[in-house]
């Protein structure tokens, strides 16, 4: 008998004001998944992450994290739930130094629940540690999305939301992004993730969700949507 689902999606709707962005979303993530949601731009995947974390009150449906209904519930009390959200701004406290900004992530891990250190970031991204002392602020784009991924981390999550990690990356970085997602997921953190670069998505997901005008309209492992010329074509060619 398969576990019940870490975090799952059950017609799901969102709008924003007058427009229906989202139409009835259901999937669930597993223990330890990495779940890409895939698609072109307006699809609805980032509007997705948003409704989970409670930032876009959902107006239909249901979302649950080991069974306990979070819809609607305010982004902190779904953050102390377990569940960290890393958005696609790159959101950081511009006047705090790369340090201060990684001490406002940490919070005590639950009992069962990979622990990050400080450390263990810097591991990661060597460059932080470099500028630990640095006002965030004065980060390049790249700088402050590894900032930022760390800073989540550190809160010990269950489930971790990361919305277009590489974007505008460079492939250094880029590489280094993709190597930390993996790890999240050999450590046993579920990741549900945006990426607009398919290579990436195929490499670090155990299972991939395509979007197109609100909807799931594909489910599957990797290899089979990589094998799908027409679902390719008819939902993700730009």
Request: with cysteine; hydrophobic share 40%.
């Amino acid at each position: 008998m398969n576990a019940a689902p870490l975090l799952a999606l059950d017609g799901v709707h969102a709008h924003y004001g007058k427009s229906h962005i989202l139409h009835g979303v259901s999937f669930e993530v597993r223990a330890n998944e990495v779940v890409s949601l895939l698609g072109r731009n307006g699809s609805g995947r980032s509007t997705t992450m948003k409704a989970i974390m409670g930032l876009v009150p959902p107006t239909g449906g249901q979302i649950t994290l080991r069974g306990r209904d979070i819809t609607g519930a305010r982004p902190h009390a779904i953050c102390r739930a377990g569940v960290a959200y890393v958005p696609e701004e790159r959101e950081v406290f511009a006047n705090l130094t790369v340090d201060e900004n990684l001490r406002m992530g940490e919070q005590r891990a639950a009992e069962g629940v990979t622990r990050w250190t400080v450390d263990d970031m810097f591991a990661y991204f060597p460059r932080l540690k470099e500028r630990r002392n640095t006002k965030a602020g004065s980060l390049s784009g790249g700088e402050q999305q590894m900032l930022t991924i760390c800073r989540s981390l550190l809160g010990n999550p269950q489930v971790i939301l990361v919305d277009e990690p590489t974007e505008g990356l460079a492939p250094k970085i880029v590489a280094a992004v993709g190597e930390c997602i993996r790890d999240m997921h050999r450590k046993g953190v579920s990741v549900v993730l945006v990426e607009q670069k398919l290579a990436i998505a195929l490499k670090v997901s155990t299972r991939v969700c395509v979007m197109g005008h609100g909807q799931i309209v594909f489910e599957g492992s990797p290899q089979q949507l990589a094998a799908d010329d027409k679902l390719l074509a008819d939902w993700l060619a730009v």
